[in-house]
């Protein structure tokens, strides 16, 4: 399992941000996939996910509504897009195989939200 994340950078109070997840090493047209990410200092925290089938997704309440989990398996990547950023959401942002957020991640990218 290989998983590689981008998209990460600095970005105002209310700006936008799209995270990429290149995903190789499995078939990931089959497999869930979640994203998770680590606020400094303290641990991992589950973001959401979204089934095989680019369909069905689920997201953490202090998310809903500013985040929205993507997928195209044609390319092999998950994608994760950041509205509304707050300051709370600086974090380290993964991608996870599978629903719960514990399975293999990538290396993460970071995003900063400061004015």
């Known amino acids: 399992v290989q998983l590689v994340e981008s998209g990460g950078g600095l970005v105002q109070p209310g700006g936008s941000l799209r995270l990429s997840c290149v995903a190789s090493?499995?078939?990931?047209?089959?497999?869930?996939m979640s994203w998770v990410r680590q606020p400094p200092g303290k641990g991992l925290e589950w973001v959401g996910h979204?089934?095989?089938?680019?369909?069905?997704?689920s997201y953490e309440d202090s998310v809903k509504g500013r985040f929205i989990i993507s997928r195209d398996n044609r390319k092999n990547t998950m994608y994760l897009q950041l509205n509304n950023l707050k300051p709370e959401d600086t974090a380290m942002y993964y991608c996870?195989?599978?629903?719960?957020?514990?399975?293999?991640r990538g290396q993460g990218t970071q995003v900063t939200v400061s004015s």
């Open positions: 996870t195989k599978g629903l719960s957020g514990t399975g293999p």
């Open positions: 090493g499995f078939t990931f047209s089959s497999s869930p």
């Open positions: 979204i089934f095989s089938n680019g369909v069905a997704t």
